[in-house]
């Protein structure tokens, strides 16, 4: 074909050998049929760095070795994602249980292909707060965290530095301690009532005194070398964690043991719990809600169980259905969930209350 012929539009034209120049070597080549090609510019050819071991098929199999070097492995990603924002792969681990995603999280399968955050991930050195086992990479997953925070008293650290306790408690194995930097030390020599905002036009502000419960925070001054003084009190942020069984059967002792209480302390007498599943919560793997319980007394049978804030009392399918009618007399004056055999109890106080009333019902109409 005769360059007279070729159209300088066509860049996928066929072309005569002259006109065709190899990007990776820069000399001419031979091959049919010949298609035009370019060279880039050195200037803008960009490389990929090397991925880092956490973000790559082996690496991240090295880490699945050890519960400890499946810790490193989150640490790394979290930092690699957040703090320097590198581009990161996403990956699931461990038969599917955890998704480690493009920026840096760690999510949970929840039920099927649906993945959750935050995730719950077995701790290091923390025992189970039942059993005192501790945990492996093959049962990382079997694990429910418990959150709660305690005010604690530290007079075995009077004269002391702030930094002994924090120490102590980060040495302790039976649950996670992290001390509140806005609620480090708590003593009554503290409360200060004066005002505030003693200058203010606000009605609100007018009401504010500068330290009513007399805590100190890392603004107010307390530094890790600050003495413990007598009467001083800390505030911790509490982790506690359980193996599953374990925990279903802490939650069943635990309330079974309030729920029976509550019976004697009403009045009943011959009572016999027996554990349910939680008529309220759909997720039977939530790990936080504790089972329902069907209670069999002298009078007849109760259901009874947590559901959110309130506790309910029904005998839907009891002989006391006919002895007791929640809907009239005896509850008249509780603005309450109620129906004819069946009442929403606010709390241990209320549910004793209601179950008094029910007990008494029940001796007066024998």
Known sequence: ????????????????????????????????????????????????????????????????????????????????????????????????????????????????????????????????????????????????????????????????????????????????????????????????????YPDTEDEWEKTIVKNKNGWLG????????????????SYMDIWKFYHKSCNETRLEEEFGQKFEETFKEAGFKDIKLNAIKNKYCPDEACGHCAPWFEVDTEYGSMTIGWRKRVISIDWVDSDMKSKIDASGDIFKDEDVTKCSAGIHAWGWDKAKDYLSRIHTELVNNE
């Not at 890392?218 to 009190?233: F, L, M």
Request: glycine content about 4%; some cysteine; hydrophobic content about 30%.
């Open 1 to 196: 074909m005769s360059k007279e012929q070729h159209n300088p539009n066509n860049i996928y034209a066929p072309l005569d050998d002259d006109d065709i120049v190899n990007p990776f070597h820069g000399s001419s080549y031979n091959k049919d049929p010949p298609y035009k090609t370019f060279d880039i510019p050195k200037s803008i050819i960009k490389t990929s760095p090397p991925k880092k071991p956490y973000n790559t098929d082996e690496g991240i199999q090295k880490s699945l070795v050890s519960l400890e070097e499946f810790h490193k492995l989150i640490n790394e990603r979290h930092a690699a994602g957040y703090e320097r924002h590198e581009p990161l792969d996403d990956f699931t681990v461990l038969d599917g249980e955890y998704w480690l995603d493009t920026c840096g999280n760690v999510w949970q399968r929840s039920k099927g292909d649906n993945y959750v955050m935050p995730s719950t991930i077995a701790p290091l050195n923390i025992e189970c707060n039942r059993c005192k086992d501790t945990w492996t990479i093959e049962n990382v997953a079997d694990v429910v965290k418990w959150e709660d925070d305690q005010v604690i008293t530290i007079s075995d650290f009077i004269g002391k530095p702030l930094m002994d306790l924090v120490k102590n408690y980060q040495n302790r194995t039976d649950a996670l301690y992290r001390i509140n930097r806005d609620r480090l030390i708590r003593n009554d020599t503290h409360i200060d009532t004066s005002l505030k």
């Open 218 to 233: 890392a603004e107010d001054g307390i530094t890790p070398k600050y003495v413990i003084q007598e009467g001083d009190e």
